[in-house]
Structure formats: structure tokens, C-alpha cells
């Protein structure tokens, strides 16, 4: 179909199923400007609770689609396809968790809000990048049990004092890691206006040079602090600032940077969703309880 009929047609099921989409911010550009909601996938979750809608097509990846199924377990929650997935959130398994647990019984587990549900279920409370030292800082224990990722980890050590075991052992996002010192020195050369927005998943030396260290959500508050911006995050980030601030510049750190899961999603899929009602997110009613019990907790806690 051609790419005007697509759009025609998802906005007519739209209409039938009564459906909105939300995309996260590392969509591609052509789904970013369908959306009617953008977002990380917090914001996104939060505000699936008040839209009036009876399905939610979920451009994001699979943890995402289904924390908007946890907090929304009445709506139908879509995933375009079944290969948007997140290889951080895979790599922490229960076994992980199970056997930490075995070795610091007392200390609580916290999970990065990039995991499975799953996993989530296992978890005392959830956080997200902005929020995570303050929780960790704030829970009655000295040992804390945390994943997936290492860098925010090592993040919540250095800001809490505290010691963070991390589940596991070397869990990372492949695309943030990419960032290296030497594009932190090209950025500077190239760009010597430039102050530099770095999302916490990203190595700690890079975090280091960082003007600013935000979750996408915290990128789009931040952004109007400054004129010209390098972004080290996944590269679309920058096609959604650039529509938000037109008057600003914002370059992405590298070109490819980008991440296979959250690309995995074209109109063609979003049409098909809509279309056949798939992929439906069905999160098993005993792990979505233990897992929004986390969740929830973080929520109070923030
Ligand atoms: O998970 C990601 O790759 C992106 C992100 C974000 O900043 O949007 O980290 N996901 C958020 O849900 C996590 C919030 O701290
Ligand atoms: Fe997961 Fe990294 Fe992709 Fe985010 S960018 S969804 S953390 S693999």
C-alpha cells in the first residue's frame, strides 16, 4: 500500500476499534508523526490510565507494551510485532534474581522499569533512570539487589553509598554502549556550541562528560536550558526533539546508534495490528499483581 493509503486506513481502525497509538520517543520518524501520544515509556503507561480508548497500540518495545497492560488491565494493549523486544530486559532471567537472593536474603531487589513483567513480579520496587538513586537512597537497607543495567547500577552505588549487586553480572543496552570517548571529542570539535544531553545507560566515562544526564522524558524538559544540543541516546531522539524545538539544534552522538527492537515497527505493522487485533499483551494475573505492586511502589516513593 502506498504510504498515504496506510495512513488513511490506520486512522479509519482507529476510528472503528476506538484505538490510540503510542509511540515511544526512539520510534521511527513516520510512526512518531501518527502517534497521538509520544513519550518514554513511563509517561506513556501513565497515560494510557486516562485516555478514553478500549485498545492501545503500542509502538515501543515488548516491557513497555506490557507495563501499559499492567496499569491498564481492562484495554487491549497491542505490539505491532512480536520482534520488538529490548535486549537489556532480556538478559535479566528469574534465576538471576533467584540465586542474588539466595546470597543477600535481607536485601531488597530493584528492578530498572526496562524488564520483563516477569521479572518485575520478583521485585520489591521499580525505578526509572530519574528516579533511581532517590528510591534506592530512601529503602531501609544498606545491600540492595538491582538490574538490569550495570551502568545505572554503578549510577546508584556512587550517588547512595550503598552496596548495589547487580543482576546481571554485566547487563547492558547494546545501543547506548556504543558511545565512546572518542565521539564525546568529535561532538566537542565539531559542535564547540554544543552542550551535551547523555542518557544514563550510557558507560559511566561517558556520563562523566555529560552536561546533562536524563531519561528521554528528562531530555524533552531539559532541552529549552540551551541552544544546541549533541544527544547520546538512540537516534531518533533527535528527529523528536528537532519537531519540539524547531529554533534548536540537535545532533545525535553517532548514526548508529539505533536500536533494532524499537526499529523492528514500520506503518505496515501498525496497519496490520490494528487490522487483525494483534499482537495482544496478556500479562498472567498473578505476576501483573506482584508486578504493579512494584510499580505502584515506586510511584508513592517518587
Ligand atoms: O529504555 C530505553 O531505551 C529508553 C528509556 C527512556 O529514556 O525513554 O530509558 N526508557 C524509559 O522507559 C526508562 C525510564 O527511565
Ligand atoms: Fe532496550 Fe537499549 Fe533498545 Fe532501550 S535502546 S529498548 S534499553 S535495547
Not at 100 to 123: I, R
Not at 133 to 139: D, P, R, Y
Request: glycine share 2%; proline share 5%.
Amino acid at each position: 500500500m502506498e504510504i498515504e493509503k496506510l495512513i488513511e486506513e490506520i486512522n479509519r481502525l482507529k476510528e472503528e476499534r476506538n484505538a490510540i497509538i503510542m509511540a515511544h520517543n526512539y520510534q521511527l520518524p513516520e510512526i512518531q508523526d501518527i502517534a497521538d501520544f509520544l513519550g518514554d515509556s513511563l509517561e506513556l503507561a501513565r497515560k494510557a490510565v486516562n485516555v478514553d480508548a478500549d485498545v492501545i497500540v503500542f509502538a515501543g518495545v515488548d516491557f513497555m507494551a506490557e507495563t501499559a497492560k499492567i496499569l491498564n488491565p481492562e484495554k487491549t494493549v497491542l505490539l505491532p510485532t512480536r520482534r520488538a523486544t529490548c535486549a537489556m530486559a532480556n538478559m535479566l532471567t528469574i534465576k538471576h534474581i533467584v540465586e542474588a537472593k539466595k546470597k543477600y536474603p535481607d536485601a531488597p531487589v530493584v528492578l530498572y522499569v526496562n524488564s520483563s513483567a516477569e521479572a518485575k513480579a520478583y521485585a520489591d520496587v521499580t525505578v526509572t533512570s530519574a528516579n533511581a538513586a532517590k528510591i534506592v537512597g530512601k529503602l531501609d537497607s544498606d545491600v540492595v539487589i538491582f538490574g538490569p543495567d550495570k551502568n545505572l547500577a554503578h549510577h546508584v552505588a556512587k550517588v547512595t553509598g550503598k552496596k548495589v549487586i547487580p543482576v546481571p553480572p554485566n547487563g547492558h543496552c547494546y545501543v547506548h554502549r556504543k558511545f565512546t570517548l572518542e565521539d564525546v571529542e568529535r561532538a566537542r570539535k565539531l559542535y564547540p556550541n554544543a552542550k551535551l544531553m547523555v542518557h544514563p545507560e550510557c558507560e559511566p566515562e561517558v556520563q562523566e562528560q555529560a552536561d546533562i544526564i536524563v531519561s528521554t522524558g528528562g531530555m524533552i524538559k531539559r532541552a529549552c536550558e540551551h541552544d544546541e544540543w549533541v544527544v547520546f541516546t538512540e537516534r531518533e531522539m533527535t528527529y523528536r526533539l528537532s519537531k519540539l524545538y524547531p529554533n534548536k539544534k540537535f545532533y545525535p552522538a553517532r548514526n548508529d546508534a539505533t536500536c533494532i527492537g524499537m526499529k523492528a515497527i514500520t506503518l505496515q505493522h501498525i496497519y496490520e495490528s490494528l487490522r487483525d487485533m494483534k499482537y495482544q499483551i496478556e500479562v498472567p494475573a498473578e505476576i501483573a499483581e506482584r508486578a504493579r505492586k512494584a510499580i505502584e511502589r515506586m510511584l508513592e516513593m517518587s
